[in-house]
């Protein structure tokens, strides 16, 4: 017959392989930090570089379905709640991503680029950069 440990390993067995686990993990430190915010303090001041830094970051947690470090990024550095204008970055970062990339974060592009810098330009290059 099958123990308490024995079920509360299995649950926990499935639970961590559907992701579950990690999902229930991350909204109770999402809801842990936002209990012990302190509402009467300020946010602080970002810089227009950190503004558009935690943007990139932004696309990427919701691209990859990182929601709860996503709010909780948007707590702690108060960072706007509304999502920046995708044209407005690709302007303020001089870069133009090709076809398959436009649906990618631009961090992915960006990362992409620095990579193959070195190496000669291609058609599968996810990123140019513009020449002003």
């Known amino acids: 017959m099958a123990t308490a440990r024995d079920l509360k390993d299995v649950l926990k067995d499935a639970l961590s392989k559907s992701g579950a686990l990690n999902e229930i993990r991350a909204r109770i430190r999402a809801e842990i930090f936002n209990l012990l915010q302190d509402e009467s303090e300020p946010p602080p001041v970002i810089s227009n570089e950190n503004l558009i830094i935690n943007e990139l970051i932004r696309e990427y947690l919701i691209y990859n379905g990182y929601l709860f470090t996503e709010s909780v990024l948007l707590a702690e550095s108060g960072h706007p709640q509304y999502p920046f204008d995708r044209e407005f970055l690709k302007e303020r970062l001089n870069v133009k991503p090709s076809g398959e990339a436009d649906n990618l974060p ?9 990579l193959s810098k070195d190496k000669p330009s291609s ?3 996810v990123l140019s950069t513009e020449k002003s």
């Open 106 to 114: 631009l961090l992915y592009g960006l990362f992409s680029h620095f």
């Open 123 to 125: 058609s599968t290059d």
